[in-house]
T-cell receptor
Framework: DVKVTQSSRYLVKRTGEKVFLECVQD?????MFWYRQDPGLGLRLIYF???????EKGDIPEGYSVSREKKERFSLILESASTNQTSMYLC???????????FGPGTRLTVL | GQQLNQSPQSMFIQEGEDVSMNCTSS?????WLWYKQEPGEGPVLLIA?????ELTSNGRLTAQFGITRKDSFLNISASIPSDVGIYFC??????????????FGQGTILTVHP
């Protein structure tokens, strides 16, 4: 079974803090993605990575950065958290050439 | 970026009823996908559609890829309480530098009353 894990299910941070969200997949997938999920807006792509050390901006990259030093791990970084970044964050991965993205359980981040 | 409009936003139904939801796009997709997200979990793929006009079933679920390639439909027959969740449509254009990026609809929240 494909497994995508995220480091925390719930996280509470203060405005201005640096926040790291970690995602690990165990299926040797080349591509990994970070989304945020907000009610009424669906899933919106923040960043994705098509290979180690490679990254591309998604639709809403402002205020975020990413890091992919190893194939199995993709990190989302909030350099200076703000209240409008309170959201559910979902990580996903897939094999190149397939359509199916496998999702982690999500991290619900609250920024106070 | 591309926009997907998914409707309805929410549905409250009785167990045993059929459910229909749809997605429309301002542009063409090569692939349509339907995902379900259960409470506390990430979305899971239900059905993938690859060809305009295609009709595909997965148990009580049936999905169609619209002829215009700008829409897709999902039907659930004889709903049961475990159908509860958020259903998302997603469109994909393969090839080039897409790297598998999906465009998601806003989601349909389904509540089933026993």
């Amino acid at each position: 079974d494909v497994k995508v894990t995220q480091s925390s299910r719930y996280l509470v941070k203060r405005t201005g803090e640096k926040v790291f969200l970690e995602c690990v997949q165990d299926m040797d997938h080349e591509n990994m993605f970070w989304y945020r999920q907000d009610p009424g807006l669906g899933l919106r792509l923040i960043y994705f990575s098509y290979d180690v050390k490679m990254k591309e901006k998604g639709d809403i990259p402002e205020g975020y950065s990413v890091s992919r030093e190893k194939k199995e791990r993709f990190s989302l970084i909030l350099e200076s958290a703000s209240t409008n970044q309170t959201s559910m964050y979902l990580c996903a991965s897939r094999w190149t050439g397939t359509d199916t993205q496998y999702f982690g359980p999500g991290t619900r981040l609250t920024v106070l | 970026g591309q926009q997907l409009n998914q409707s309805p936003q929410s549905m409250f139904i009785q167990e045993g009823e059929d459910v229909s939801m749809n997605c429309t796009s301002s542009s063409i997709f090569n692939t349509w996908l339907w995902y379900k997200q259960e409470p506390g979990e990430g979305p899971v793929l239900l059905i993938a559609l690859y060809k305009a006009g295609e009709l595909t079933s997965n148990g009580r679920l049936t999905a169609q890829f619209g002829i215009t390639r700008k829409d897709s439909f999902l039907n659930i027959s004889a709903s049961i309480p475990s159908d509860v969740g958020i259903y998302f449509c997603a469109g994909h254009n393969a090839g080039g530098t897409s790297y598998g990026k999906l465009t998601f609809g806003q989601g349909t929240i389904l509540t089933v009353h026993p």
